[in-house]
Structure formats: structure tokens, C-alpha cells
């Protein structure tokens, strides 16, 4: 049967605050009584190090049990009906108060930090670099196709906190990034097992690319956390410092790992340690996912980073302003001049297969 968050569920949220409220005038964090955290420190603290400050292991768990349970139950919207699935056709558990009061715990304290001057990754996929570097690409049917420029970041964002020291394989399994289903993806590969995937060969020869940016005040404000309709409306009704910085989007689709919680799902993709078992997977890190509710514009300064297996990242291209053939100045990506050979001539394909895509259609 379906219901709504109950007053149990605004209870709960709102002791929360004020038990946290209390704690931060001493300077002290609520539940491991250290020192408060800088606004400049928790852009680099790991999610769950900095909930540790303000939340109690018990609640960090509440927030990981509720992977996996219907943040949507009152969506009527026929299009989301198949997002109360599980993959194998059971339905998901409708979220507990204590799960509902953790989530909005956990995003009152991470969702301080999108903020002007906050550090974000945006990852891309390798099939889009060229259209990035090249500032225009083309969407749409063959049949049909559009140009459109690449001048702005887009669609899922994340503090770089979220990813900060892990590689490729492991930002992947972090993140959840773009499930996918096919034999060969662009993140991840399927393996004999239909529940498991691997860390697709794509990203194993090319790395993981993400692009950095400093968001402005404006940017920051259109970062907004997708919930699902219940978990979205116990927002609306009982935690003040969230209003304005989420919006409902309800899961489609029993397969789809987006979860309608505010943070990412776990992918079971397997680690690419040889000394690990072989069926052992990368753990989900908690995470606060953003939408980028409107595109915000790439701005001087931001750089294209590669993220090998090994951990390694290299800048590929820092967009900067630059002189075109005509005389007028434009923003638009330089390669690193300190790339090898090998690099440069690959990352200069991908642009030129990107102006033949855009020429080829008319742009």
C-alpha cells in the first residue's frame, strides 16, 4: 500500500538538528568531538570521514541500509511503476522513518559544500572527449543529427572529495557510473556472471577522464540533490537547510541503478587487484549525488584530467582563453604540452573524428 513520510519521520529529522545545532557552537563536532572541520578542510575530507563529525556509526549504517528501498512509493506517474522493482522483479521496501531521518541527516551536513569556490568532477565518457576538447558534437538520430557546443558541464556532478585518491577501477564502483548492460561499455564490461561486471577495457587501455571545475555562486545554487517523491517531500516538509536544494526525480526502470536516495548504487564491479578474490568487488562509497538542473558554463581554469588503473592522473587539457585564426579570443581547451607523443596524437584523433562528426552534419 502506499504511503506518505509520516510525522514520525519530521520528529526524528528535527531532534537531529537540533542535537547537531547544540554541538556547533562549542566548535566541536556532535558525535566524535573533535574540532569542527574548515569550510576549506571538508572540501577535502572523504564523505564518511566528515559524517563521522556529525553522525553516529548507527546512523552511517541506517544510511547505507537504505540502498535498495522505494524512496517513491506515492509516485503515481505511470512511467515509474517498473522503478519499484528490484532487477529480479521483487518490490523494494518502502523506506523506514529511521532511513528517511538518516538520509536527510546525511545530506544536511554533505550539502553545505556545494558552495562557490567548491571543487567538482565531472566524469565523461571517452566516446564524448573529442566533442569536449573540440567545443562542439552531435546528438541526436543519424537520420536527425543536431550540433550542439560542449561549453558547459552537465547532468550528474560530484564534489571531487567524493573520488579524491581512488583510481580508475575503484571511481567507477564509487560512483555507480552510467550502468550498463552490453558486452563492452564504456565504463564497465560484462563478465560470465550476469550480476557482476568489470572495469571495461575502454577505461583499462584509455583511462577515466573527468573534467575539474570551480563552481561560482550561481553554479553552486543550480547543483541540486535528485530524490525520489517521498524522500523529496519529507525534505520540502521537515529540514529548512535543504529547501532549494533538491528536486524530485523518481527512478525509472528496475534495472536502473539510480537509487532516488541522493547517493549512488552499487555497481558489484569486480577489483582489479590479482590478489583479491576473484569475486571481490569494489565497495560503494557514500557519496552526495548533484544534478546539474541547469548547465553551468566551463570556466578558465578548469582541466581535463586522465585516471589510470594504477591511480595515476595526468592534466590532458586546461580550457583557457585563446586567439583564433580570425583574430577574435575565445575560451577553448589547449593539450598539455607535456603530454607524450603517443598522447598527444591520441587525443588529436579524437578531435579530428569530432570535427569530421560536426562537419559531416552540418555544423
Not at 18 to 36: E, F, I, N
Not at 335 to 353: H, P, V, W
Request: glycine share 8%.
Amino acid at each position: 500500500m502506499k504511503e506518505r513520510f509520516t510525522l514520525r519521520v519530521a520528529i526524528l529529522v528535527a531532534l537531529a538538528a537540533l542535537c547537531a545545532t547544540a554541538s556547533y557552537a562549542a566548535g566541536h563536532c556532535p558525535v566524535s568531538h573533535q574540532p569542527l572541520p574548515s569550510a576549506a578542510q571538508r572540501q577535502f575530507l572523504p564523505p564518511v570521514k566528515l559524517l563521522g563529525c556529525f553522525m553516529t556509526p548507527e546512523e552511517i549504517n541506517t544510511v547505507r541500509s537504505a540502498i535498495g528501498h522505494d524512496a517513491q512509493v506515492t509516485a503515481t506517474d505511470p512511467a515509474f511503476e517498473s522503478g519499484e522493482l528490484n532487477p529480479d522483479g521483487s518490490m523494494r521496501p518502502p523506506l523506514t522513518a529511521s532511513q528517511f531521518a538518516a538520509l536527510i541527516k546525511m545530506h544536511s551536513v554533505l550539502a553545505e559544500d556545494m558552495r562557490n569556490g567548491a571543487v567538482i568532477r565531472k566524469f565523461i565518457q571517452n566516446s564524448d572527449i573529442g566533442g569536449f576538447l573540440y567545443g562542439r558534437t552531435v546528438i541526436g538520430s543519424p537520420s536527425a543529427p543536431i550540433v550542439v557546443t560542449t561549453n558547459t558541464v552537465r547532468g550528474f556532478v560530484g564534489l571531487e572529495r567524493n573520488t579524491q585518491g581512488l583510481d580508475a577501477g575503484a571511481t567507477v564502483g564509487a560512483l555507480g557510473l552510467d550502468f550498463e548492460t552490453t558486452p563492452l561499455g564504456q565504463y564497465t564490461d560484462a563478465t560470465a556472471d550476469p550480476l557482476l561486471r568489470q572495469v571495461s577495457l575502454e577505461i583499462r587501455t584509455h583511462g577515466l577522464h573527468s573534467i575539474r571545475h570551480i563552481m561560482v555562486t550561481q553554479g553552486a545554487s543550480d547543483a541540486k540533490i535528485p530524490l525520489g517523491k517521498d524522500l523529496n517531500d519529507t525534505v520540502q516538509a521537515s529540514a529548512p537547510t535543504l529547501i532549494g536544494r533538491s528536486f524530485e526525480m523518481n527512478r525509472q526502470g528496475q534495472t536502473n541503478p539510480y537509487t532516488a536516495l541522493g547517493i549512488s548504487h552499487n555497481l558489484f564491479l569486480l577489483t582489479l587487484d590479482p590478489s583479491d578474490p576473484p569475486t571481490a568487488t569494489y565497495p560503494l562509497h557514500l557519496n552526495e549525488e548533484d544534478v546539474m538542473t541547469v548547465p553551468t558554463p566551463l570556466a578558465v581554469g578548469d582541466v581535463l584530467f586522465r585516471r589510470k588503473t594504477n591511480g595515476q592522473e595526468t592534466p590532458i587539457a586546461r580550457y583557457i582563453r585563446g586567439h583564433n585564426p580570425d583574430g577574435t579570443v575565445t575560451n577553448r581547451w589547449f593539450l598539455s604540452q607535456s603530454l607524450s607523443a603517443a598522447d598527444k596524437a591520441y587525443y588529436r584523433g579524437l578531435l579530428q573524428q569530432a570535427a569530421a562528426r560536426v562537419a559531416a552534419a552540418g555544423g
